[in-house]
Structure formats: structure tokens, C-alpha cells
């Protein structure tokens, strides 16, 4: 009997496990991911309320032939459907359908955190072993077929060498946990200002009601809001426009320059204003009213871009290395900002708060002190003008590690698939997969077929792949990839 394992049971895991039941795989599944995450994964566990899917509640499910599903599974369940539901219930969505997959008499389920993964056979006969320790912590060693790595985000590392203090919460998930030991009242500082820092703000002030909060982050930027919904399709920059012209005899790449001139060709099209767009990026009270104000352009900007994540992720293998990082270098920041906007009532409250001069927002932070215990608060902030401030508290809300450029990462075993050469980095984007079946590419074993890995941490090669949607599509073409490998497997 085929033995296959899924590490992770998050978004990607519950995807995988759902391709593996619908192509009648008869083999073994087993399924690993600590009990708190297991169905949920960190971004949908149960948390505060206040967390808030980003995409509206009809346009995000786990199918996307049926976009609206999750939607109508609220109203099934007599909740009230809100435009941008709280996250925890899209949680709960996740594991009614896990449930149903694991009635599977070939799925079985181990509340366990994977150690290693050792590549024990290669080529025609690929053999995976993987330890975890059980309840008697007694180390356990599994042999597979085929492992599925469905990680997840990788840690947000600590810029400021702050984990040694009790009064910085490093890894914040789930925050309702995080918060318990954070008295009210306080002054409060958050790194990072993207969806997770927003995330940790918002927490700081509705439920432990803080005096103050300083967020900060090298580019001084918060997420775009999402803007009025509607459909704007690419005209020039497309897939069609991407396969005719690697089509062509002699074009093994895709020059950055072709991409560039098509996209301001739809920008030309649709009569965006690019002067008008960046006045929303930012993170001043200016800024951030004025996209408050203009939703409509805003919708419109950010519908083109979603489409965008398509023909990015056709046309990604096709740049070259260094046109893949000049790319980065250009544009990644501000496709990250438009591609995932914050919801309006998030934006509202952040507003309210910079107003009333309860949030400070800035790029300016120089360094960060650990205090001794008689001073006044923790932390001083120094700013790059000389000045400083103090907080009590520091939350890290930087979001996911993507490079790994120096083989260097909190994950366990991540690092340990880095030293032993199992996987490699991709740069500073990621980590390296096959490009159409996300087969990990090792410098020391090549390509390893049944070696599939899924999720934030392979980016820099499957490039913004974090929506459920696309999520779905490509863990749907490595499990096929796999399940085709098993069968011309020799034993």
C-alpha cells in the first residue's frame, strides 16, 4: 500500500487532502499539524472577532468553481453574513470540510509537530522518512511514499534582537492568547505595518485599550483599502499576450521591459492615473483619507491587479533571475499593498486613531533599547532625528520570513531541510520549487518528484500564491504530478 504524509493541515493541507479524495487515492494518508492549527491553519484559528478577512465574504471559499460556497455556508449555519466576516468563522467553514474529508477510512489523523524529514531513496523509488515525538516523548519514524509540505508562513524574524525580553511578544498568533499578558492601559509599540501589524494595532486598542501605539516599518507604508468591487480585465498584459511570445522560436525568456510595456499600456486603456493611485500609498492621515474618498478608482485599480496575480504567476518563470529580482526591487512592495487592501471599517478605526493622535504612524525609527526594570516603561524608541520615546510593550507584527538567502530561519525544520540540503533557497524570495508541479529542487538530490511543498515560503518561484483560489490550482496540479509519479513508481 502507498503511503503518502501531509504536513500542515492550513489552507494548503485541507486543499491537498481534498485532491487526494476526489482522485480516489487508496493508499494511506496521514496527516500532521499541532491541534490548535489542525484544519484552521495560524490565520483562521480562533481569535478575536476584530481580525477580518480582507476579501469580500462572497468572493472567498475553498473551490473556487464555487466562489460564493462560503458565503452561503454562513447563511446556512443562521449566522449573519457581513461584507468582511471575522476570520475565526471562515475557520470554522475549514474544518466542517475537514471533518468530511477525514470520514476517509484511509485518512489518519496525528496531532504532531514534524521534526525531520530525511530523503532516504531518490529517482524511481522515492522513500521520505519523518520523526515526531509522541506523548512519551518517545522519537517516532515514519517511511512515505510522498510528503506534501504544507508549511504555512514561516516565523517573522526580530530585527531588533528584542526575544529575550518578556515584555516583546515575538510570534503574536493567536493574539486573543498573546494579549492575557499585556495589562491595559498601556503605551505600545508594533513593527511592521502590513496586514499582520494592522492586526496587532487594532487588538492593542479594542481590547487592551492603549494609551498609545507607534507603528513603524522601513517603508512607512499601510496597506491600500479595498475599494467599491467591480471587474477590470487586463487588455494588453495577459496570459494569451505571455504564451504567444514565448511561443516565439529563439525566446527561452520573457524580457522585464515587454512586461513593463504592456502594463502601462492597460494603465493607458483604462486611463488609471498613476499620480492620482499614489497619493493613497502611505501612511499618513492625508493619504489614507484621500483612498478613503476615492473607493471607486480604488476598486477599479485593485480588481486590474487582482487579475494581474494570474498572468503574474503564468509569466513568472519566464522572466529571468535577474529581471525576477529587478522586478521585486520595482514593484513588489506595491503590488503586495494593492493585491491585498484592508477592509474599509479597518481603515476607518486606524484613521480615528491617527486623528486623535492615539496611533503614530512612521519610518523614522532608528533603534529599539531594552530598558532596565527601575526606568520608565521597557523599550526606548530611538527616531532618526535624535528623539526618542518609550513604550512598555512591543509586538512583532513584520509578517512572514521569505528570505532565506542565508540558510537562516526559526522554523526547525525548515532549517533542518536547509542544512541538509533538501531544499534551497531561491534567493531572497523564497524557497525552490519545480515552476508547474512544485516538486522541491535540491542542490543535492535534483528534482525530488514526490517532494511537494506549498504556501507563502515558495513565493520567489510560485509567485503570489497566497489567495485560496490560486492556492487551490496548485495544490491541485502537484498532487496530480504526484499521483501520476506513484503510479509508474517502482517498488
Known amino acids: 500500500m502507498k503511503r503518502v504524509a501531509i504536513v500542515g493541515m492550513g489552507v494548503a493541507g485541507v486543499d491537498v487532502l481534498t485532491h487526494l479524495t476526489e482522485a480516489g487515492f487508496d493508499g494511506r494518508i496521514d496527516c500532521y499539524d499541532e491541534r490548535q492549527q489542525f484544519g484552521s491553519g495560524l490565520p483562521y484559528q480562533e481569535d478575536f472577532d476584530i481580525f477580518l478577512l480582507n476579501p469580500r465574504s462572497h468572493a472567498i471559499s475553498l473551490n473556487p468553481d464555487r466562489p460564493k ?190 512586461v513593463e510595456e504592456w502594463f502601462f499600456k492597460d494603465l493607458a486603456h483604462y486611463q488609471f492615473d498613476l499620480e492620482r493611485i499614489n497619493q493613497w500609498v502611505g501612511a499618513s492621515v492625508e493619504q489614507l483619507r484621500a483612498n478613503l474618498n476615492d473607493l471607486d478608482e480604488a476598486g477599479r485599480f485593485q480588481a486590474y491587479v487582482a487579475k494581474l496575480r494570474w498572468v503574474l504567476r503564468a509569466l513568472w518563470s519566464h522572466l529571468s533571475r535577474q529581471d525576477q529580482m529587478r522586478f521585486a526591487q520595482k514593484y513588489q512592495r506595491s503590488f503586495i499593498a494593492f493585491s491585498n487592501p484592508m477592509a474599509p471599517p479597518v481603515a476607518e478605526k486606524l484613521l480615528e486613531w491617527m486623528e486623535t493622535g492615539r496611533l503614530i504612524t512612521t519610518d523614522q525609527v532608528d533603534d529599539i533599547i531594552q530598558l532596565k526594570a527601575q526606568q520608565t516603561g521597557h523599550f526606548m524608541i530611538q527616531y532618526k532625528n535624535k528623539t526618542t520615546t518609550t513604550v512598555d510593550w512591543i509586538l512583532n507584527g513584520i509578517g512572514s520570513q521569505t528570505d532565506f538567502s542565508q540558510c537562516q530561519t526559526d522554523q526547525p525544520l525548515v532549517q533542518q531541510l536547509l542544512n541538509d540540503r533538501v531544499v534551497e533557497p531561491n534567493g531572497r524570495m523564497g524557497l525552490m520549487i519545480h515552476d508547474t508541479h512544485s516538486s522541491v529542487l535540491s542542490s543535492r538530490y535534483g528534482e525530488l518528484r514526490a517532494l511537494k511543498l506549498f504556501g507563502q515560503m515558495v513565493s520567489g518561484t510560485d509567485y503570489q500564491n497566497n489567495s485560496t483560489f490560486v492556492l487551490y490550482r496548485t495544490t491541485q496540479k502537484g498532487v496530480h504530478d504526484a499521483l501520476n509519479y506513484l503510479k509508474d513508481k517502482k517498488v
Open 69 to 258: 460556497e462560503f458565503a452561503e455556508w454562513v447563511k446556512e449555519k443562521g449566522l449573519t453574513l457581513e461584507t468582511f466576516m471575522p476570520r475565526r468563522i471562515f475557520g470554522q467553514y475549514m474544518r466542517e470540510k475537514l471533518e468530511h474529508l477525514l470520514q476517509n477510512e484511509h485518512v489518519h489523523v496525528h496531532y504532531q509537530h514534524i521534526q525531520h524529514v530525511q530523503v532516504l531513496e531518490t529517482g524511481e523509488k522515492e522513500r521520505y522518512q519523518l520523526t515526531y515525538q509522541s506523548a512519551d516523548q518517545t522519537s517516532v519514524q515514519e517511511v512515505y511514499d510522498a510528503v506534501f509540505l504544507c508549511l504555512g508562513h514561516a516565523p517573522s524574524q526580530d530585527p531588533y534582537h528584542l526575544n529575550d525580553s518578556p515584555y516583546f511578544i515575538q510570534n503574536p498568533y493567536p493574539i486573543r492568547e498573546s494579549l492575557q499578558a499585556v495589562p491595559m492601559h498601556q503605551r505600545a509599540a508594533v513593527i511592521g505595518m502590513g496586514l499582520t501589524g494592522v492586526d496587532m494595532v487594532r487588538a492593542l486598542m479594542m481590547e487592551r485599550e492603549a494609551k498609545e501605539v507607534v507603528m513603524f516599518s522601513r517603508s512607512g507604508q499601510l496597506p491600500i483599502v479595498r475599494g467599491t468591487e467591480t471587474v477590470v480585465e487586463p487588455v494588453h498584459l495577459t496570459i494569451e499576450a505571455v504564451q504567444k511570445a514565448v511561443a516565439t522560436p529563439g525566446q527561452l525568456t520573457l524580457p522585464l521591459e515587454q
